[in-house]
């Protein structure tokens, strides 16, 4: 498939989707999205890739909403790009498969959010990050009020979002808004091998993980995810894989005596 808004690549396990707008800072419209949202279904049908990386050309992850565009925009047409925003960000918050934001320059707005919805978070030192909506009137979507108060707490989310302050990597890694910062020229080595660690343990058990660390997060109540962690845990140990997963643990054991 043709996309106009994103490179899209696979090397062995992994699938990579580029945020391919560099004239404009991958300044996101809806082609893009759509153009992800496509990208996303081929790594979710394809059984081979167990784990999604997503970065951006250039000097930028995403600047956000492209605000050329939505300068010409009614309030009904807003209204629709903001619904394939939304439907968009719950497809990446619920992916199936492991999702990695290599944010390798700005991540600002909506691009800050998409890097907020993935799994994993690996930032260049450099880049800048930040929610500047309240500058330009406006407001956070993507699910990220909630997102990155899980984060970094409810306070420090509250200055970020009111000030509309932005962060460097290294700063966003000392908050724990992104799991590590890496200087620009080895964020994707950093970033291909957390994904072929992640790619080399069972893809039905990280399904089942993942799931159940979104039902953590408050959307059923604790009884009913203990239900379900009993349920996942059966699932897996269920599966054929099982047997050739406690194999080779033993013999890793063996060798590390």
């Known amino acids: 498939m043709a996309y106009e ?20 800072l991958n300044a996101m419209n809806k082609q893009l999205w759509l153009d992800m949202q496509a990208a996303m279904e081929d790594v979710r049908n394809d059984p081979a890739i ?23 925009r009614s309030i009904e047409v807003y209204r629709d790009y ?16 492991p999702t990695i934001a290599a944010i390798n320059g700005y991540a600002l707005g909506s691009g800050y959010e998409l890097a907020l919805a993935c799994d994993l978070r690996i930032a260049a030192d450099e ?65 291909l091998q957390l994904a072929a660690k992640i790619a080399a343990n069972s893809a039905f058990s990280i399904a089942m993980i993942k799931k159940g660390l979104l039902m953590a997060r408050g959307e059923v109540s604790l009884e009913a995810l203990m239900d379900y962690e009993v349920e996942a845990c059966l699932a897996c140990v269920s599966t054929k894989e099982r047997q050739a997963s406690l194999a080779e643990f033993e013999d890793r054991k063996k060798k590390d005596q």
């Open 127 to 191: 880049a800048q990050i930040g929610s500047p909506e309240a500058k330009v009137t406006s407001s956070v979507t993507g699910g990220a009020m909630r997102l990155v108060q899980d984060l970094i707490g409810p306070a420090k989310a509250r200055e970020l979002l009111f000030t509309g302050e932005y962060i460097s990597g290294k700063e966003a890694e000392r908050i724990g808004l992104v799991n590590r910062s890496v200087p620009l020229a080895s964020l994707m080595d950093e970033c």
């Open 50 to 72: 167990r784990v999604l990386i997503i970065t951006g050309e250039g000097r930028a992850f995403s600047t956000g909403a492209d605000l050329k565009e939505s300068k010409t």
């Open 5 to 24: 808004c994103i490179i899209f690549e696979k090397r062995d396990a992994v699938a990579i989707i580029k945020l391919n707008r560099p004239k404009v």
């Open 82 to 97: 903001l619904a394939e925003l939304q439907e968009a960000s719950r497809r990446l918050i619920r992916f199936e498969k």
